[in-house]
């Protein structure tokens, strides 16, 4: 199993940014890719992000490319969602999700298998 814990969210105004980070601890070494995922209220949780593990392949959403950037520090067990020129539309709870399966789309939520608490991202207009 592994415990994915989420930090820096927050109240940033439109065009500002914000730095997240998720600490995993536990069965990190079976790890094959980490996530990011936000969900705002009376909507379907989404894909934001996602980085492969060892190779550091990486995955954006169409609405984040350009803005947003996910790195990761094995060394750490820390994946980092850097997010720039934010919008009031980012406006979610940001969740860190880890999965140990090897799929050519890590995109969808259904294929990850720990997910942290989440952190809450208010962008204002």
């Known amino acids: 199993q592994v415990h994915a814990v989420e930090s820096g969210g927050g109240l940033v105004q439109a065009g500002g940014s914000l730095r997240l980070s998720c600490a995993a601890s536990?069965?990190?070494?079976?790890?094959?890719?980490m996530g990011w995922f936000r969900q705002a209220p009376g909507k379907e949780r989404e894909f934001v992000a996602a980085?492969?593990?060892?190779?550091?392949?990486?995955y954006y959403a169409d609405s984040v490319k350009g803005r947003f950037t996910i790195s990761r520090d094995n060394a750490k067990n820390t994946v980092t969602l850097q997010m720039n020129s934010l919008k009031p539309e980012d406006t979610a709870v940001y969740y860190c999700?880890?999965?140990?399966?090897?799929?050519?789309?890590?995109?969808?939520?259904?294929?990850?298998?720990?997910w942290g608490q989440g952190t809450q991202v208010t962008v204002s207009s």
């Open positions: 999700a880890s999965t140990i399966k090897i799929l050519s789309d890590i995109t969808p939520p259904s294929l990850y298998d720990y």
């Open positions: 536990g069965r990190t070494f079976s790890t094959y890719a």
């Open positions: 980085i492969t593990w060892r190779s550091a392949m990486t």
